[in-house]
């Protein structure tokens, strides 16, 4: 490449431009320029570079001060003219040697094109078939939305009737659970009333609540008078009405009743002695027999729900009952099925909208001049080491994960093909991975070569962080060059 600086029948000129010589100095064993160049085939010029021929491989230059150190760096062995180092002229069998293997690389490249081809094909088609398929999405969603609004509208319009049945009903419910609970809660302090008043007079005393130390408030373990009277509201005595008001609600958390551990008093004698006391449940036959038994039942009850767990009592619902018929089926139901509706609706334009957007994604992305990289989209490839498993998703993402325990760590995100400028293709850059200890966030460089299969071969890490693999791909194959025949000469 170079003899065109070298013409026999012209002066010399260094290559630097410092100077012009005559020609019959060029190789003379003195060096002449100070770049070294009117010396190519002597060492001279110590900062020159010696030109070996090497006829039947490829000529190369290597540096002037390894001409004639006794080392054969010339396969034709010219470096060694004058050193008496015996060399053997190795060119034939190396240039052998790299035409077998210019040959291997060239069938693979043209087998890899073969591929290539049918993935240019399948892109162009592939693009074409999602180009139309997008545009009848965007003009089904414009469609689907309207569908949606007015889904939307019906189900507000039911839900509406719906709430207003569902919030009477409700209150309802809590207004009659309040009643029953104030209903209870006065029952049982009827009991209790009934259980203080000793004597059965209709009064409660202060002397009458001596005898229940669990009203002591001072915790002396035992009630005194001033107590008791603090109790009736700083009286001496209450009647049932002012106890229901005014004493029940103070003493109600710390009354233990005596049928918590024994028997409760017959029914008939507190009935009996308190005929004055009207009957909660509004039944004026006092002295009709058949209502013993009903109030025993009553007592009954009353015992059971105290001793039961607080939320848990007689008369209190613990479940809201169910709506009625018409509610259920011309409100509810019909508000349900709206709702249903919608969200049927509401889900397959979300899904449509998916699809728009990934369409849209695919087919903004650069798979290369031709569309040739884009069968990788969608696709993951893994490389397993000793410790990891590596895994390249093409525009996607890189990961490496441990083969013994441990998270899956980001080794970099699609950002952008990185090559140099004349062959931008051949190189993928992910980065914005996870970050590393007081370090930089991970990348992955992808450096893509002609293989006739789709495979990572290697990964490493260059730089802290940096890590590099190379991915074989039929896309990244080019048409082979032709490869050049041996340029022996037996005549010579």
């Not at 630097?16 to 100070?34: E, R, W």
């Not at 006829?55 to 080392?71: E, K, L, M, T």
């Not at 995100?413 to 931008?424: L, Q, R, V």
């Not at 940096?466 to 490869?483: N, R, S």
Request: aromatic content about 8%; overall charge negative; hydrophobic content about 25%.
């Amino acid at each position: 490449a170079d003899r065109v600086f070298y013409d026999e029948t012209k002066p010399f000129t260094c290559l630097d431009g410092s100077k012009t010589i005559p020609f019959d100095q060029v190789n003379d064993d003195y060096c002449d320029c100070t770049d070294g160049s009117d010396e190519p085939g002597t060492s001279a010029c110590s900062n020159g570079n010696f030109h070996c021929t090497n006829a039947g491989y490829r000529p190369i230059y290597i540096p002037s001060s390894r001409v004639n150190d006794g080392i054969c760096d010339c396969c034709d062995t010219t470096d060694e003219y004058n050193s008496g180092v015996n060399c053997q002229n190795t060119c034939r069998e190396m240039g052998r040697k790299e035409r077998e293997e210019l040959q291997k690389k060239a069938e693979m490249a043209r087998e890899g094109m073969l591929l290539k081809q049918k993935y240019i094909d399948e892109f162009r088609k592939g693009r074409e078939e999602k180009q139309a398929r997008l545009q009848e999405l965007v003009e089904e969603r414009q469609s689907l939305q309207s569908e949606v609004d007015s889904l939307r509208a019906k189900k507000e319009e039911a839900e509406t009737p719906e709430k207003e049945a569902k919030d009477a009903h409700k209150k309802e419910w809590e207004e009659r659970r309040e009643a029953e609970k104030a209903a209870f809660e006065k029952k049982r302090s009827l009991e209790a009333f009934t259980e203080l008043d000793e004597d059965s007079d209709g009064i409660l005393s202060v002397q009458e609540l001596l005898s229940h130390s669990e009203f002591d408030s001072d915790g002396d373990g035992s009630i005194s008078d001033q107590e008791a009277q603090d109790l009736l509201s700083s009286s001496q005595s209450v009647d049932v009405s002012t106890f229901q008001d005014s004493v029940w609600p103070q003493i109600k958390e710390k009354y233990k009743s005596k049928s918590d551990a024994s028997s409760p008093p017959p029914i008939e004698e507190r009935t009996e002695s308190h005929s004055e006391i009207p009957h909660e449940d509004g039944d004026d036959n006092g002295e009709d027999g058949g209502d013993d038994e009903d109030d025993v039942d009553d007592n009954d009850d009353f015992n059971e729900d105290h001793r039961a767990p607080p939320g848990k009592s007689q008369g209190e619902e613990s479940e809201m009952p169910p709506y009625d018929d018409t509610t259920q089926q011309q409100l509810i139901d019909s508000a349900e099925a709206a709702r249903n509706e919608y969200e049927s609706a509401s889900k397959s334009l979300r899904d449509m909208e998916d699809t728009i957007r990934n369409l849209e994604k695919e087919i903004s992305l650069d798979f290369g001049p031709q569309g040739e990289f884009s069968y990788l989209y969608g696709q993951c490839y893994e490389l397993s080491t000793s410790e990891y498993i590596y895994r390249l998703c093409p525009f996607n993402r890189v990961t490496q994960k441990p083969k013994v325990g441990g998270s899956e760590t980001n080794l970099g995100i699609w950002n952008t093909w990185a090559g140099p400028e004349n062959d931008k293709f051949s190189a993928m850059k992910y980065d914005q991975g996870t970050g590393c200890w007081q370090g930089p966030n991970r990348s992955t460089q992808v450096k893509l070569l002609c293989g006739k299969e789709t495979v990572v071969t290697s990964t490493s890490e260059p730089s802290r962080c940096e890590y590099l693999m190379e991915f074989y791909t039929p896309a990244a194959c080019q048409q082979p060059a032709e490869i050049p025949q041996s340029e022996d000469h037996d005549e010579l």
